[in-house]
Nanobody, 119 residues
Framework: QVQLVESGGGLVQAGGSLRLSCAASGSIVSISAMGWFRQAPGKQRELVAIITSGGNINYADSVKGRFTISGDNAKNTVYLQMNSLKPEDTAVYYC?????????????WGQGTQVTVSS
């Protein structure tokens, strides 16, 4: 079983910055991809950014140039640096990790962390 613990959300004014962290622990053999999703009230969950074990990175168009995803393989941790935040970035942010455990493949979600950007 793999657990994800997120941290770093909060309230910030427009134009400000926040850094989210997500640490994975448990029976992990390898990680293939780590990503961040977000869900605003009344909207579907959407991909924000994803990084693969091979170093490929993709961002949602709405965050390109403002957000940066990075990973620390030694710590099984993924980060999301969010700069120039806008009110429309307000959402619950979820970490997602996919990989292989000691007995099977896994795909796990974090508990979510609230990001609120005031205008």
């Amino acid at each position: 079983q793999v657990q994800l613990v997120e941290s770093g959300g909060g309230l910030v004014q427009a134009g400000g910055s926040l850094r989210l962290s997500c640490a994975a622990s448990g029976s992990i053999v390898s990680i293939s991809a780590m990503g961040w999703f977000r869900q605003a009230p009344g909207k579907q969950r959407e991909l924000v950014a994803i990084i693969t074990s091979g170093g490929n990175i993709n961002y949602a168009d709405s965050v390109k140039g403002r957000f940066t995803i990075s990973g620390d393989n030694a710590k099984n941790t993924v980060y999301l640096q969010m700069n120039s935040l806008k009110p429309e970035d307000t959402a619950v942010y979820y970490c997602n990790v996919n990989g292989r455990g000691t007995s099977r493949a896994f795909g796990s979600w974090g508990q979510g962390t609230q990001v609120t950007v005031s205008s």
